[in-house]
């Protein structure tokens, strides 16, 4: 099981980190997607990391304002989200794959429950 947790209310410039944490004690083997879904539309891939941390990948929406890590010590990836804006709100769905990472929803095996994230401007 995967859980999400650090959402919330931001407003235009601010940052959050949304953490993904499980009990897996296989999770260093998985590699680890975010995704998110704003009201109205498709989910969306956002960025990946690595079972090994990298390489990771991000959306072009996000590339240099995201950052992507994990510590397989914790069991925990994290999503650092800087310089958000109303454009990034919706739920954010971390995702575990095995192994390889992937770009594609449909390829994860594992998803949490999502977190909110609104950002007013």
């Known amino acids: 099981q995967l859980e999400e947790s650090g959402g919330g209310l931001a407003q235009t410039g601010d940052s959050l980190r949304l953490s993904c944490a499980t009990s897996?004690?296989?999770?260093?083997?998985?590699?680890m997607g975010w995704f998110r879904q704003a009201p109205g539309k498709e989910r969306e891939f956002v960025g990946y990391?690595?079972?090994?941390?990298?390489?990771?990948s991000y959306a072009a929406s996000v590339k240099g304002r995201f950052t992507i890590s994990r510590d397989n010590d914790k069991n925990t990836v994290y999503l650092q989200m800087n310089n958000l804006n109303p454009e990034d709100t919706g739920v954010y769905y971390c995702?575990?794959?095995?192994?390889?990472?992937?770009?594609?929803?449909?390829?994860?095996?594992?998803w949490g429950q999502g977190t909110q994230v609104t950002v007013s401007s």
């Open positions: 990391i690595s079972w090994s941390g990298t390489p990771t």
């Open positions: 995702a575990a794959k095995y192994f390889r990472p992937s770009l594609s929803s449909s390829d994860y095996d594992y």
């Open positions: 897996e004690r296989t999770f260093s083997s998985y590699s």
